[in-house]
Structures are given as C-alpha cells and as structure tokens.
C-alpha cells in the first residue's frame, strides 16, 4: 500500500504538471482563418485573418529571435522562438492574446513567449484594419466589437488544426490584451460595448486622449468617426455593437494599459463575474488610468489592480533596440528599464493565471 503521505505528493505534483510545467523550448507557428468581419475591417477587403501561435516545445530545436524592423536594423526585439518545433507533449492551458491599436501579435511577442514558457498554449491575432503591419482603417477603428469576433475564429482555428488542437485544454482558457486589446478582452469576458456612452464621455469635459486621434492614424479625429458612424453601411453595423460577443468559457482575464474602458456599458463591467487582473502605469498618458484601467478595476467585482510606478503606455511594447531607442518616437521618454516592466508583467501574469486556470 502507497503511503497516504506519498499519495498526497504524488498528487500535487500531477496537479503542477497538468497546470503547464514550464517549458525549456517555445515554439511558434503560424495560421490563417478566414471571416467576413475581416474583410469590412481589411484595407483590401481581404477576409484573411493571422493567427500566431506560441507553445511549450519539445527540448531540441534552437530559438531563433523574433524582431521588428529590417534584417540588421530591427527597432524592436519581441524575444525568441523556435519555428514550427514539435509541441511538448500533453494538453496545456490555452490563452487568447490581442494586440493595441496598430501593433500586432510579433509586436507582444515578448509577453505571449514568455506565458507559453510557463506552460500554456498562446494564440494571438494581427486584428484586420488596426495592425501595424497593414494600413489603419476607419472601419478596423469603429468595429472594435469584432475584435473579440478574432479572437473566437482564432480559438476554433486552433482547436480544429491537426497539429494545435490535440494539445489544447480549453477548459482552462484565458483572455489577455494590450491597450484596445485589454477592451477586447473583456468583450471576450462578457462586457458589452456602448456607442452613446464614449460619444457622450468624449463630448464631455472629462474626455481623454483615447477620444482624440491616436498616433497611428492621425486623420481619425473624433469627429470623423462619429461622422463614419452616420453611414448607412457603419450605421447598420453599429446596430449589434451591444451584442454579446462572450467566448464561452473564458475562466481569467488579464489587462495591460488596457484603453477604451468609456466605450463599455459600465453595467456590463458591474456584471462581470471572472476574476480579471489589471495592470498599468500611472505615467500613461495614452490610456489615462483615471478612465481606462484604474475604472476597470474600480467598475469589475472581481478586480485585482497593480499599478508601475514611472511606466507608460508604450512601456509594454516589445523592447527597443539601441536602433530603436535612436530612431523609434515609441521609444522616447521611458523613465523605467523595459526589462523591469516586461518582467513585472510577466511575473503578474504567470501567477495569476496559474491560480485560475
């Protein structure tokens, strides 16, 4: 007979185990879904949406790195991988990632890698009409609903891929995003968007720099997107922004920076009931925590706040290159080592998912 002690270690390391062991190797591979919302999204109405996959590998293959910008003059450094190496073997916890306005899934790399060494399988998307490696759209801008709508295609592409999908537990799933990718989280999660209330918020004195054209698309002032509202075509869209896009059984949601909070029917957030970790810092001045994340955490019932002393927005970015930091206005003025952010928001999300799922 096994002692009763052994067995209660025995057990605990099997629940270790199936919680995501941490991997020697990430691997990454790549797919494409196709949807309508991302052709009404996409600058050459293409329908095709990326999907980039990073997971726990099997030991062998070499990482290579993953950077941003042209061979020998990358701006950005997102970590390492390795390309198309086998999987680990098991099911693991899986993650669903979205990026910020005008970045993309390479661009958070950094993050996702890092979740997928912990143990997990990470999918992400490049959202059509509102990634860095395509033009910015109007329509990409207004239809931020349909970035959940990516998320779910994005999850179904992998549950139904010979090669991912046997290695997926999605009955520990989770959400994590970014800036706008924090709102599409919780859109993920249950939340609801509200049209009238970040028109009102924005038309108040109270708006903020989300209401104002961002970087990326300088030509998209307030004004001309309640303007491409008022289109028959945006019009009838804009009609099932309210609706629910939940992804059925969402457990954890983590934030980033998250941005967009005024756009979300705030009893929906009062209604949330998945634990949701929000992460800022109090320097961001381009999703201002006073209406982005400290109102998430303030507005969720089950809300964990942490908030980084001297970090801004773009803070979560992948890490500048010397190249970067000479050239790349996203690289100006960090106060804090990059270094320090990442491995703080890794730590964060590592630990809390670990405890959720």
Same mark, same amino acid.
């Given at each position: 007979?096994?002692?009763?002690?052994?067995?209660?270690?025995?057990?605990?390391?099997?629940?270790?185990?199936?919680?995501?062991?941490?991997?020697?190797?990430?691997?990454?591979?790549?797919?494409?879904?196709?949807?309508?919302?991302?052709?009404?999204?996409?600058?050459?109405?293409?329908?095709?949406?990326?999907?980039?996959?990073?997971?726990?590998?099997?030991?062998?293959?070499?990482?290579?790195?993953?950077?941003?910008?042209?061979?020998?003059?990358?701006?950005?450094?997102?970590?390492?991988?390795?390309?198309?190496?086998?999987?680990?073997?098991?099911?693991?916890?899986?993650?669903?990632?979205?990026?910020?306005?005008?970045?993309?899934?390479?661009?958070?790399?950094?993050?996702?890698?890092?979740?997928?060494?912990?143990?997990?399988?990470?999918?992400?998307?490049?959202?059509?009409?509102?990634?860095?490696?395509?033009?910015?759209?109007?329509?990409?801008?207004?239809?931020?609903?349909?970035?959940?709508?990516?998320?779910?295609?994005?999850?179904?592409?992998?549950?139904?891929?010979?090669?991912?999908?046997?290695?997926?537990?999605?009955?520990?799933?989770?959400?994590?995003?970014?800036?706008?990718?924090?709102?599409?989280?919780?859109?993920?999660?249950?939340?609801?968007?509200?049209?009238?209330?970040?028109?009102?918020?924005?038309?108040?004195?109270?708006?903020?720099?989300?209401?104002?054209?961002?970087?990326?698309?300088?030509?998209?002032?307030?004004?001309?997107?309640?303007?491409?509202?008022?289109?028959?075509?945006?019009?009838? $869209?804009?009609?099932?922004?309210?609706?629910?896009?939940?992804?059925?059984?969402?457990?954890?949601?983590?934030?980033?920076?998250?941005?967009?909070?005024?756009?979300?029917?705030?009893?929906?957030?009062?209604?949330?009931?998945?634990?949701?970790?929000?992460?800022?810092?109090?320097?961001?001045?381009?999703?201002?925590?006073?209406?982005?994340?400290?109102?998430?955490?303030?507005?969720?019932?089950?809300?964990?706040?942490?908030?980084?002393?001297?970090?801004?927005?773009?803070?979560?970015?992948?890490?500048?290159?010397? $190249?970067?930091?000479?050239?790349?206005?996203?690289?100006?003025?960090?106060?804090?080592?990059?270094?320090?952010?990442?491995?703080?928001?890794?730590?964060?999300?590592?630990?809390?998912?670990?405890?959720? $799922?």
């Amino acid at each position: 007979m096994i002692p009763r002690s052994l067995l209660i270690a025995l057990t605990a390391a099997s629940l270790i185990v199936g919680a995501g062991a941490r991997a020697g190797t990430v691997g990454e591979t790549h797919r494409t879904a196709h949807t309508p919302s991302a052709a009404l999204r996409d600058a050459q109405h293409s329908d095709t949406l990326r999907v980039t996959v990073w997971y726990p590998a099997a030991a062998g293959p070499a990482e290579t790195p993953l950077q941003i910008g042209p061979p020998g003059k990358a701006q950005f450094d997102a970590g390492s991988a390795a390309v198309e190496a086998p999987f680990a073997p098991g099911r693991h916890p899986v993650i669903l990632f979205s990026h910020g306005f005008g970045g993309s899934a390479r661009m958070m790399a950094w993050f996702g890698t890092a979740l997928a060494r912990a143990g997990n399988v990470v999918v992400a998307v490049d959202h059509p009409g509102t990634n860095g490696r395509d033009p910015i759209t109007m329509a990409g801008s207004l239809l931020v609903w349909d970035r959940a709508v990516d998320l779910r295609v994005a999850l179904d592409t992998a549950k139904a891929d010979p090669r991912i999908g046997p290695h997926l537990d999605t009955r520990r799933l989770g959400v994590a995003g970014f800036s706008m990718g924090g709102f599409a989280a919780l859109l993920s999660a249950g939340a609801r968007v509200d049209i009238e209330h970040i028109i009102a918020f924005c038309q108040s004195s109270a708006a903020d720099a989300t209401c104002a054209a961002q970087a990326e698309a300088p030509d998209q002032t307030m004004a001309a997107r309640e303007q491409a509202l008022k289109t028959p075509a945006m019009a009838a $869209l804009a009609k099932h922004a309210g609706d629910d896009y939940a992804i059925p059984g969402v457990r954890a949601v983590f934030l980033m920076a998250p941005g967009g909070i005024e756009a979300l029917a705030p009893a929906s957030l009062h209604a949330l009931t998945t634990p949701v970790r929000v992460l800022f810092g109090d320097a961001d001045t381009v999703a201002p925590p006073a209406s982005n994340g400290q109102l998430a955490a303030d507005s969720l019932p089950h809300a964990a706040l942490r908030i980084l002393q001297g970090v801004g927005h773009y803070d979560f970015l992948a890490r500048c290159t010397a $190249l970067g930091r000479q050239r790349e206005p996203l690289c100006q003025h960090m106060e804090v080592p990059q270094s320090r952010t990442h491995a703080s928001a890794i730590a964060d999300a590592e630990a809390f998912f670990a405890r959720q $799922l």
